[in-house]
Every structure is written in C-alpha cells, then in structure tokens.
DNA sequence: TCTTAGTGGAAAGAAGTGGAAGAAAGTGGT
DNA sequence: ACCACTTTCTTCCACTTCTTTCCACTAAGA
C-alpha cells in the first residue's frame, strides 16, 4: 500500500526520482516495471505493471461501452512501460511531461496501489477548486471519519 | 501484447518507422508480414498478419450478415499485405495516409494485439472532445484506479 | 564518521533517417 | 511482337542523433 506524500524532483532528461520510502515498497512487492499513463493529461499515474495488468484482465471481462472505449483511447495514448533504473529513477513520457507539466519538483501521492505525480501548484489549485464536501464524505459510508 | 503509445514519423515517401519496443515484440512473436487497414479511414490499424488472419477464421464462420458485408467491404478497401523492412519501416498504403492524414508525427497505440497509428493532432482533438469523466470511471466498476 | 539518498553527466550502444543503387514495371516505337 | 527507354518502386547501406546505462560525486541524516 503506498500512503502519503513524498516530494520530489524530475530532472531536465525527464527522469522521475522515485522517493526512498516508494522505492522500498515497490522493491518488496513488485518488479522494476512500471505503466506509466493519464486518464486525463495533467497527471501522470504510475501503476506497477502486476497492477496495471490486473486493471487489464478486469477491463477485458467488463461488456464494451462508451466509457471502456474512452478509458482505453486515453490511457493507452500517455501510456508507456517504463523500466525503474538502478538508481531509482523513472522516465516519465515525453507527451506526459508536456502536458502534465512535469519538471523540477514535483509532488509524488501514494494511491494505494499506484502512485500519482503531479505538478505541486496545479495540484493545490485543484483540491481548492473541487475540495472534499461532507456529502462525498457521508456517500463513502465508511465508519471513523 | 501490445501497449502503450510511442509517437513516430511518417517519411515523405510515406513509410512509418515502427517504434523499437513494437518491433521487438513484432519480431519475437510474429513475422515481418502485416495487414494494414481501417475500420473508418480515419486511422490505420496495423495487424500482424496471424492476428489477421486469426480475425478472417472467426469471420468465415460467422453467418452472412449486413454487418459481415460492411466489415469486409470496408477492410478491403483500405487494407493492404505489407512487409516490414530490415529498417523496421512500412510502406503505408496511399488511400489510406490521404483519407486519415498520416504525415509527419503520428502516434502508434498498442491495442493488445493490433496497433492504431493516428494523426497526433486529429487523435487530441477527438480525446478532447470526448474527455473522460468520474462518471465514465465509476461506470466501470473496476477497482484499484 | 559512516551510511543511505539524491544528482549529474560521460560513454557506449541503439534507434532513426536520408538517400543512392539496383530491380521491376510500364510505355512507346519500329 | 520484340526491343529499348523511361520511370517508379524497393532494398539496402551509411550516417547522425538520441537514448540508455553506469559510474562517481554531493548532500543529508544517523
């Protein structure tokens, strides 16, 4: 499980320092592989490849429609399969990094089962813009919140 | 299994180098003969001539329909047997870069097991138009993304 | 001070590109 | 009908550019 938040830097040749604590993870729980892809253009969302391919095999037996179509055009448009290199560090996609903003510093969010990379200031712009409501919270229905 | 998008050229005599990491797995898994076709003319799909002809079994033993006959009316017309030169590159068939503007930077799309090529700008364009939504994302039912 | 995390960059190798030379196909004239 | 010429197509060679990998240094924390 990736939790929290740890800052980090892409330098000028595009490549993604993956912090220590995520390194660690992925090193115990996954391979170096990497799908690196958007569902939206303005971050990137790097998903362990045993992760992505898991999205995959759900995505297969799910019937086809508009929505499965359209996940599919943009995902597989940013995506890449990138390999982690000895030091650690990723290559994020070209069209990502144009798109996404992704140079200098960057914040990296643990997801769960993928990790986030997104452009801090366009980040703080869109939790103000669309912040968490007590109604979201209520339809989580979760206990202890 | 194809994935993931890697951007490329179109020369002016109209031969698309296919990206280096296609070519490994075209080579590794299938021969250097391809159908290239459309099912729109508004992309080209390029398939490894045994998925291709994989699709024309399956086909022959479907019952005649209108659907049938549109399918191969339309896959004929725009498809061509095409081989891959030792460069990697494949001539792309004349109808087919007029009606779908392949020219210049192109985006190839792994499709499991076919690639789409497509015009950069006309595929951003359409990706634009129809984004993605929470709602799409929900509609799906997939857990983990 | 020692170890771990992070950074930069050089060298080797791979990928991409253009174009020249050879082959094939098409055309016209005797 | 055959030959010769022209033009187009195809294949392959050679160059350039970019990418990847790895080494070594710096900085920070224990």
Redesign the interface.
């Known amino acids: 499980m990736f939790r929290g938040n740890h800052p980090t830097r892409v330098d000028e040749k595009g490549r993604l320092k993956v912090p220590a604590e995520f390194k660690r993870r992925v090193d115990e729980l996954y391979g170096p592989q990497f799908?690196i892809?958007s569902?939206?253009?303005k971050r990137a969302e790097l998903y362990p490849m045993k992760?992505w391919e898991?999205?995959e095999d759900?995505?297969a037996k799910?019937p086809s429609?508009?929505?499965?179509k359209?996940?599919?055009?943009?995902t597989?448009?940013?995506?890449?399969?990138v390999e982690m290199d000895a030091q650690g560090r990723l290559l994020l996609?070209?069209?990502l990094r144009e798109d996404a903003t992704l140079a200098g510093d960057v914040a990296v969010l643990g997801m769960?089962?993928?990790l986030v990379v997104a452009n801090d200031a366009q980040h703080r712009a869109q939790l103000a813009e669309s912040p968490l409501t007590d109604a979201d919270i209520d339809a989580l229905g979760v206990v202890g919140i």
Chains 1, 2 share one sequence.
């Open positions: 799908f892809t569902k939206d253009g992760e898991r999205i759900a995505l799910a429609s508009g929505a499965k359209k996940f599919l055009d943009v597989n448009y940013y995506g890449q399969v996609p070209q069209l769960q089962t993928y």
